[in-house]
């Protein structure tokens, strides 16, 4: 496995299981139930991300690491929560972002197709926190 891909694709899985981290967190300060529920299910998002991260390290002949990204502490420094939830979409706009200037470069079709799929689950996610955040909920 090309060693810059296999770095590539663990620093997503690291990211994400902070994010998942980060969300479970979220969810238990959360008071709306509805909110509640959509930062279970964005951590769930996270979860099934990581997992497939080094599900395809392992296929393509790579060491998948365990690692979680510093991005938690930053989440956690924060005292607001409207912030925090700001600092959350930041952070998957930048796993967007990573992997939009990576796929072009992506030769696996198995492996392209779900950076894509994971980009725009992303992109959906961000959409959901964000009309939540406007909506009020706390």
């Known amino acids: 496995?090309?060693?810059?891909l296999e770095a590539f694709l663990n620093s997503l899985g690291e990211a994400e299981?902070?994010?998942g981290r980060v969300l479970h967190e979220l969810e238990q300060l959360a008071?709306?139930?509805?909110?509640?529920?959509?930062?279970?299910?964005?951590?769930?998002?996270?979860?099934?991300?990581a997992g497939e991260l080094a599900s395809h390290v392992?296929?393509?002949?790579g060491r998948p690491t365990t690692r979680i990204g510093d991005f938690a502490e930053k989440v956690r420094a924060l005292e607001d929560f409207s912030a925090?939830?700001?600092?959350?979409?930041?952070?998957?706009?930048w796993v967007i972002r990573k992997i939009e200037e990576r796929l072009p470069s992506v030769s696996d079709a198995r492996l392209k197709a779900f950076l894509t799929l994971m980009a725009k689950?992303?992109?959906?996610?961000i959409g959901e926190v964000e009309e939540a955040a406007k909506a009020g909920m706390r």
Do not use: F, I, P, T
Request: aromatic letters at 6%; a positive charge.
């Open 121 to 125: 689950g992303h992109y959906q996610n």
């Open 31 to 49: 008071h709306s139930l509805e909110l509640r529920e959509l930062l279970r299910k964005v951590a769930h998002d996270e979860g099934y991300y």
């Open 17 to 19: 299981r902070a994010g």
């Open 84 to 93: 925090k939830l700001d600092l959350l979409n930041r952070g998957q706009r």
């Open 1 to 4: 496995m090309d060693l810059k």
């Open 58 to 61: 392992r296929r393509l002949g």
